[in-house]
């Protein structure tokens, strides 16, 4: 059984930094996609980010995080990351961890695609 354990949400500034990891466990990562979604209040679910663990390890970004998220991947750990800079308010959200095997690229963005999701870490962006 997959496991997704989030962390590092908080509350930042405008501007602010931010890092959240994701812990997978329960069975090996190596052909899996894992990403993140982000869900605001009356907005629906959002894709951020996400990282093939093959492929060469491609990573996707929206274009509304585009140049100020990273998402990184610890083979050894079953961790990704995420290294939010330059916040703004609209980024506040529960930041989900979404993971799952078989992820074709045209899906990587897609809610849908993913089967095992964590329990969520807030992110809060104050102006």
Known sequence: QVQ???????SVQS??????SCVGSGRSFSNYAMGWFR????????FVAAVKW?????????????????ISRD???????????????EDTAV????ADSGVITSQVL???AYHN???????TVSS
């Not at 997704?4 to 908080?10: A, F």
């Not at 750990?77 to 916040?87: C, R, V």
């Not at 999701?117 to 992110?123: C, K, L, N, P, R």
């Open 110 to 112: 897609q809610a849908s």
């Open 75 to 89: 083979n050894a750990k079953n961790t990704i990351y995420l290294q939010m800079n330059s916040l703004k308010p």
């Open 39 to 46: 869900w605001a209040p009356g907005k629906e679910r959002e």
């Open 4 to 10: 997704l354990v989030e962390s590092g949400g908080g």
């Open 95 to 98: 930041y989900y961890c979404a």
């Open 117 to 123: 999701w964590g329990q969520g870490t807030q992110v």
């Open 54 to 70: 093959l492929s060469g390890g491609n990573t996707y970004y929206s274009d509304s995080v585009k140049c100020r998220f990273t």
């Open 15 to 20: 501007g602010g930094s931010l890092r959240l």
